[in-house]
């Protein structure tokens, strides 16, 4: 045990001091690097004109549903209407057209990076992690069609969302990840009327959209939301990736507040609806 | 490879991701003990006696922060301690002492080449519920009301026969419960009854579902013959009630302004209850977890559930009707402990409500993610090697056919 022991004390000092060291690094390489690199995405500088209702402890007010409206999870970037996935299916499966929400696009993929995210568009239908009901990712949760639920204490925000039960913890006294995960390790602060979200410690396995875009466990986002309105928020997140992107790049939507009457999240634990997919050929008498 | 053994495959699912932070706050004190880790723990076990007056900045109870119900102690008391509602504090240590030896047993089942042996270590991390903080509930079961401990009478005779309690699927204590049942069948009338803990029974009833025996000759036809708890869906002992699981016993209460969060870190279960005493969801949305509603009653977060899906009608929860309502009631006593009853009503079920309760103690974060589904290769192994195991039985039966 004893050695064991020190050497996982050890490690976990190592960690945090490199956690904090990289975190430092990356808040001023993103304050310097995002003027630098790109256009600046929709002037994430510019004051807002807004003043969001506080909470008790003096924080603009978030709590509440959100839901996105548009069909990032389609394809994040821009495009036409397209055809089914599943022919079964007809017009319910077919691609609804989008705008997209990068900001300054196309996404700058490596050029391995680019075949691999080829490759996961020609075969969505096994890989897209949506599909078996995986956790979503970060940001791929915040614009899936799903409503999620801000929960905003002080010392913690959580994001829950209605697709697989997924949860994201925003840690809002900065805490080292302690493991690779599908949702990411999330710090808060807040910038004034922002909530300024830095996200890493991904396990790489999440993808953005029905459409193959996708990110490796290098990934980390930089999330900015904002109340523009009483009921809705400004998105807007950096996404960098030394090891599947050339530059940093940017997403932005509109989030909306859910109206309804006593609006709550229902619950969508969709594992098994996934079950056949995955295992269906393993029932005795298959015959695949 | 025996079936028993593909039973464990699939509960070894769990084990995939575990959160070794319950045990390492604690290693860290055991190894450390200088004054200064004794005068913190001197300082928190004064804390811990002092009434909790702590508010959220909304101004209501402040029950943030990590918790566990981590504990041995069952639903019901055991027949054999008749009307001994408590231990004494040297009962206990007792008590959870032999309970611990009962778990490190199994343990001592897992050498090389014996069937246990492709099965998880319960002497890792925190499968073996000693690892980690015990409440150190006194209690000999968590029921209050019946006063003699156990389960009302039922409303009618056929009610009675609906939900059969003792050993078996149904008195699991968790959902890695089911799988010691599986793998040692022994877990008698003292083990906890968890509500819906028969969430194997639930598969046994899925359609497509085979025959499930409680340890052993399960066909595994399809995944529908794997139960709910193994394939990821959900956690019995989420509830609510939310009942000690055998393992992953962490929780995190988070509050915002009118709503109370509450992760369970057992498959990332998260309860979200609105605290302005809504009404429920219309009656046809059922979940797996229910509805729930909730109101602050003076330093007490009250809630009612209902809805319930009735996959997970299982267990002590067989035989309920859609009119089942579970009222919780979480008021943090001190810095180190909220006090969790619940009371149990379904008047077509039982013939009175019923009420128990148990302690959550604090515990250190953060909590990991527990992501069951995604790493579930025990589905896929037991299904798998059900299906080798026929071709080759086939096989075998050709050859001899054909000699």
């Known amino acids: 045990m004893g050695s064991r022991f020190w050497r996982y004390v050890a490690s976990l000092i190592g960690i945090t001091v490199c956690s904090i060291v990289a975190v430092q690094l990356a808040v001023h390489a993103q304050a310097r690097g995002g003027a630098q690199t790109t256009p600046a995405p929709a002037a994430p500088a510019a004051a807002p004109a807004y003043r969001a209702p506080r909470t008790p402890d003096n924080h603009p007010n978030l709590n509440g549903i959100w839901q996105s409206m548009n069909e990032a999870n389609w394809n994040i970037e821009a495009h036409s209407a397209d055809t089914w996935r599943v022919s079964a299916l007809g017009a319910v499966d077919a691609t609804p057209p989008g705008a997209g929400i990068v900001t300054d696009g196309p996404i700058p993929y490596l050029p391995a990076a680019a075949a691999k995210r080829k490759e996961n568009f020609t075969n969505r239908l096994k890989l897209d992690p949506e599909i078996r009901c995986y956790l979503p990712g970060t940001p791929r949760a915040m614009y899936q069609n799903m409503p999620f639920q801000i929960i905003q204490g002080t010392d913690f925000i959580a994001m829950s969302f209605q697709f ?75 996404i960098e990736d030394p090891s599947t992107f ?39 008498g298959a015959t695949n | 490879m025996n079936r028993r053994c593909l039973a464990s495959l699939s509960i070894a699912a769990f084990a995939i991701v575990i959160t070794v932070a319950l045990v390492i706050p604690q290693t860290l004190v055991g190894q450390a003990g200088t004054a200064a880790v004794k005068a913190a723990q001197e300082k928190a076990a004064a804390s811990a006696t002092k009434p909790w007056t702590g508010k959220t900045p909304e101004g209501v109870p402040d029950l943030q922060g990590y918790w566990t119900n981590n504990s041995y102690t069952p639903l019901q008391r055991p027949a054999n301690l008749g009307d001994k509602a408590f231990y004494t504090p040297d009962e206990l240590v007792e008590a959870n002492k032999r309970r611990a030896e009962q778990e490190a047993a199994r343990a001592d089942n897992n050498a090389p080449g014996t069937t246990n042996d492709v099965h998880y270590d319960f002497t890792q991390f925190a499968l073996d519920r000693s690892q980690t903080r015990l409440t150190m509930d006194p209690r000999t079961g968590m029921i209050t009301d019946p006063a003699n401990g156990q389960l009302p009478a039922p409303a009618t005779a056929d009610a009675g026969a609906a939900g059969p309690r003792g050993g078996g699927r149904g008195a699991g204590p968790a959902a890695g419960g ?101 009404p429920h969801a219309p009656s046809a949305v059922k979940a797996y977890l229910g509805d729930s509603t909730g109101h602050w009653d003076g330093n007490t977060l009250v809630v009612e559930t209902t809805n319930y899906n009735p996959r997970v009608l299982t267990g002590t929860f067989a035989g309920t009707s859609p009119d089942l309502k579970v009222i919780e009631k979480f008021t943090r006593l001190t810095a180190d402990q909220i006090k969790y ?43 798998s090697a059900m299906r080798l195991e026929e071709k080759r039985a086939a096989e075998a039966a050709a050859a001899k056919q054909g000699k």
């Open chain 1, 164 to 238: 697989a039960g997924a949860l994201r913890t925003i840690y809002m006294k900065p805490t080292p990840g302690p493991a690779d995960s599908w949702m990411g390790w999330s710090n808060g602060k807040w910038d004034g009327e922002t909530l300024v979200i830095d996200t890493k410690d991904f396990n790489g396995m999440a993808w953005f959209d029905r459409a193959g875009n996708f990110a490796s466990d290098k990934l980390h986002v930089v999330e900015r939301i904002t109340a523009t309105d009483a009921d809705h928020l400004n998105y807007e997140a950096t």
């Open chain 1, 246 to 284: 050339s530059r940093p790049w940017h997403i932005q939507f509109p989030l909306y507040r859910r109206k309804e009457p006593n609006a709550r999240l229902l619950e969508f634990k969709c594992v098994e609806f996934s079950e056949e997919l995955i295992y269906g050929a393993l029932r005795k």
């Open chain 2, 178 to 278: 089911g799988g010691r049942g599986a793998g040692g069948g022994g877990r008698g009338a003292g083990a906890a009854a968890a509500p819906g803990g028969g969430a194997r029974g639930a598969a046994a009833a899925a359609p497509g579902g085979g025959a499930r025996g409680g340890g052993g000759g399960a066909n595994y036809n399809s995944v529908n013959d794997i139960s709910i708890g193994s394939r990821c869906i959900w956690t019995n002992t989420a509830g609510p009630i939310m009942m000690p699981p055998g393992y992953n016993p962490a929780y995190q209460i988070i509050q915002g302004q009118g709503v109370v969060m509450i992760l369970i870190e057992n498959q990332h279960e998260v309860r979200v209850i609105p605290t302005d005493n809504r």
């Open chain 2, 341 to 383: 009853e619940f009371i149990v009503n379904d008047p077509t079920k039982w013939s009175a409500p019923w009420k128990g309760d148990m302690p959550f103690v604090k515990i250190e974060g953060p909590i990991f993610e527990h992501a069951c589904h995604e790493g579930n290769f025990g589905i896929y192994n037991t299904l």
